[in-house]
């Protein structure tokens, strides 16, 4: 979406928040009633508020399940204009240990100053959201640093236990029996120690 921040630049407001929600293909932006216009679930080129880019895909795998809640406050500080935002959308994904669909929040927060076109130079345009006709758009921004946010692995849970490499059972699911018929299996002059440890594990567990 894009913002229209002419008040701001010409100083009619310091403060302006602003709240959003950038729409995702897994999203429900359609309950807000805007976008029955919409048919199906739309990967073809939007609406326009996007410029007609396409913005940038969650990892693989990953769905979002929401849509990019976007909220945030534009502030003129006197001597230039701050932008705070944070993010956030919820998705689904297999886990990386069990395969199970993992669902999770990701969130970002982008902080920077906003300029108008040609106010900075080339080099600050890094640091800078520039404002176009007075028009901000932030979509590809914030979905750039909301795909950075991914963790490095996706759990269904902190403790996920994975599969068994023998059987491939979901170990979340309880014991396959794999480890203890290894256990059986191993060197009879060992099985004293293995029952003995066996009894340990299950003591441990009673209590
Ligand atoms: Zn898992
Ligand atoms: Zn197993």
């Known amino acids: 979406m894009k913002l229209d921040i002419t008040e701001l630049l010409s100083g009619k407001i310091r403060v302006m928040p602003f709240r959003y929600e950038i729409p995702t293909s897994g999203g429900d932006a359609g309950d807000r009633g805007d976008r029955s216009d919409r048919e199906g679930k739309g990967d073809r080129s939007d609406t326009g508020d996007t410029g007609g880019e396409e913005l940038p895909l969650p990892p693989d795998g990953v769905v979002f399940t929401s849509p990019v809640r976007v909220a945030g406050k534009i502030s003129d500080s006197g001597s230039c204009l701050y932008l705070v935002l944070d993010a956030d959308a919820d998705f689904e994904a297999p886990c990386d240990r069990c395969g199970e669909a993992a669902r999770g929040t990701v969130s970002c927060r982008l902080e920077r100053m906003v300029?108008?076109?040609?106010?900075?130079?080339e080099d600050g345009g890094e640091d800078y959201f520039i404002a176009c006709e007075g028009k901000l758009d932030l979509d590809r921004e914030v979905m750039e640093e909301l795909m950075l946010s991914f963790p490095s692995q996706i759990l269904c849970r902190e403790d996920c236990l994975g599969v068994c490499p023998v059987c491939g059972r979901n170990k979340n699911r309880g014991e396959c029996g794999c480890a203890a018929k290894a256990a059986e299996e191993i060197d009879p002059r060992w099985?004293?120690?293995?029952?003995l440890l066996r009894e340990k594990k299950e003591k441990g567990k009673e209590e």
Request: charge should be negative; proline fraction near 0%; charged fraction near 25%.
């Open 191 to 195: 099985q004293a120690l293995a029952r």
């Open 115 to 121: 300029a108008e076109e040609g106010a900075v130079g």
